[in-house]
């Protein structure tokens, strides 16, 4: 996963906001975006809680998507951005 500068985040274009779901639907909105996508496309999914921000990941990665950065946005509301890249 690459370092992140933090004031970098924000002008990460947001494909898919989960912020308002709750597990398991994180992820299987995530997976849907996912299947609509050729191979190598590049998306950013914005999170928020402890839940999504360890299974979203993890379980990508274990998928075969590779997850290139996940950083805090600066506003105090705590989401994240989460960029992955489909698996080819």
């Known amino acids: ?10 002008s990460w274009p947001v494909d898919l906001d ?5 597990c398991p639907m994180t992820f ?3 997976r849907l975006l996912l299947d609509r996508l050729a ?3 590049e998306v950013c999914v914005r999170l928020a809680g402890r839940e999504p921000l360890e299974n979203v ?6 998928q075969g ?8 946005e600066a506003a105090q509301d ?3 951005r989460l960029r992955v890249r489909k698996k080819s």
């Open 1 to 10: 996963m690459q370092e992140i500068i933090a004031d970098a985040v924000e």
């Open 18 to 22: 989960i912020t308002k779901e709750t």
């Open 28 to 30: 299987v909105r995530v």
């Open 39 to 41: 191979p190598g496309a």
């Open 57 to 62: 990941p993890r379980t990508l990665r274990q």
């Open 65 to 72: 998507h590779a997850v290139l950065a996940l950083a805090q």
């Open 78 to 80: 705590g989401a994240w």
